[in-house]
């Protein structure tokens, strides 16, 4: 049985059912048959041999011995019948119908020793009765009644009656046998849709539950295993939906934090950062330490702002309220407009005329990212190149340092992520590539980093040409 | 120097922007709420407002159409949040540019040279015809800086009609967003597009028969705007 295996449950039902009720079919059908057609046999056997004993009779008083043909024939011609035909034999004579050929060395011992006995033969396909008698003659001898007369009868019966009868109760037990496999297969379908109907609805809900639709439930029913396999079920997703709105309550609740600190941080930093100018260009009037220390305070304070912009753009993604303004730009041209407006030095390779419909400031914020990125912790030079097809632009930043670590790599667009725990704060937020990821992502585009098989890293911004929004 | 109004609710920073623009050289009247600076603008009007969108009382939206609804002065919106939503609401409000808290001074008064410069001066285009352009129904008076609809003159904030001389200047040629940002806006390449778009709806309600069916300044999707073709 090759590929047909006892997977689905309805298939081990069906066959269960179905190999249960032919072997009731045939245990209490083969019983029946056996035994009925035993019964048949037997009836028909003593009757013949009954019937038998009676036609004997008519034969006595024997002829005297030696028995000639002629006397034989006589009695064989009283024997035979419709039913049946006989054949007598005495010593090497036998007269009558029945070839002898039928008569089988059993019988004929039994009969020989002094029994009536009967066998059933076959004579040229069909199943024929044959009986034997030996004739008997009485003594008066208390000892020993009677004695063999020497003169043996046998006769063919014929059993199409009895044999069609059986085969009647054959054909009645196939019948039945097979009513009962179809009523067992109805049965074990409508079984099978009973659990399976139950079983299907379990499934799909304990998919929709995986899917995250923490609101499958499934209906219950009855009272039985599966009713409360089900109420299992219902009360299993209760307490997940309880635990994964606490746990997204209190996500929701670290986020705004987050998010509520960083406009508290604005506020004070905004006042700051109006007068650092001022202060840059007071620091030169004042004395060593004093002019270093405001410089200080200056430059910190922008870094403070940098990264609290920072946090406030990732807060924004993570509560799904940044959102794309568009426009058609030439890319390359924004490209290297993000490269003057930063002061970067890079070689390029930016053919002109491929455009596309991104948001110019999202844009420059990754590759002011991506190219900061490669100066700082990359190696010069740094290249950044351009392509495009159908589908989609292609921009690589490619640097020419030592490369990223396999285990950095997984990493890289972490929030605060230091390949290096050693370094110092650098200039950055650490949020850089995590936004700039972020941004890409917000594009329907992608964002990876990789090592170029020369040294050094490669990141390569996927952005496609329109966004489907 | 331009006279600045400054209006923001919070001490600190009203505090620090007054004195990072005096030490610039502006003369800096801050005040605390919407109807304050309202009433001042009512008194001595200034040159140009800094307006802080959140504040207490009226918000920055409602004294921001307030001061378009009675004037054409020049409004420079301080965003707390860079909240899109802010920020288009705010340009629909009529302002005509916005920065980011915290900002640097210089950052603060760049933008606002810029906005003070369209209040003259012959746009970037190629070289205009003196005396009154006909655009169908709209006389354009680039010397003059008035524009009229029938004769009679429309009433258009600075950086409206900058956008519109910059239009008109050559009919019939497609303007990127970003190309008009560098010539109205005075903004590098890489400027917000939506102060483009939100002037530019506020300039079709003031010159367009039927705004949504627009003649004079014609979207391209993908492309920008154009004056006309008539």
Redesign the interface.
Known sequence: MTGWQFRGLRTRLLVAFALLSVFTAVAVAGIGYVRARDGILQRTQDNAAVEMTNQLKQLYPLPRRPVDANALQVAADRLNGRKNSALVTSGGHSAGDMPASVITPELRGAVQSGRVAWQRVDVGGVTQLALGSPLLISTGDRRNPTVPSGIEVYELRNLDAEIEAVNGLARNAWLAGGAALVVALILAVLAASSVLRPVGELQRAARRLGAGDLDARITVRGSDELASVAETFNSTADSLQRHVGELRRMEADARRFVADVSHELRTPLAAMTAVTDMLDAEAKRLPDAAGEAVRLVSQETHNLARLVNDLIEVTRFDSGTASLAVDDVDVAEAVRATLRARGFAVETDLPDGIRARVDPRRLDVIVANLVGNALRHGGEPVTVRLRGDQAGITLSVEDSGSGLDEEVLPHVFARFYKADTARSRSEGSGLGLAIAWENARLHHGELTAGNRPGGGAVFTLWLPREVRQ | MPRVLLIED?Q??R???R??LT?QGHTVDAVETGEEGLARLAGDPADVVVLDLMLPGMDGFEVCRRIRASGDLPIIMLT?????IDVVAGLEAGADDYVV??????V?EARIRAVLRRTGGEPRGQGAKPGPERHGDLTIDREGLVVSKHGTVIGLAPTELRLLLELSASPGRVL???QLLESVWDQ???G???LVDACVQRLRSKIEDDAAKPVYVQTLR???YRFGPL
């Open positions: 919070d600190a920073v505090d620090g922007l004195l990072a030490y707390a949040r860079n909240d899109d808290k915290p900002a640097q001074a210089r603060l990127s967003r970003q590098g390449y890489l917000d597009s939506r993908g492309f920008g």
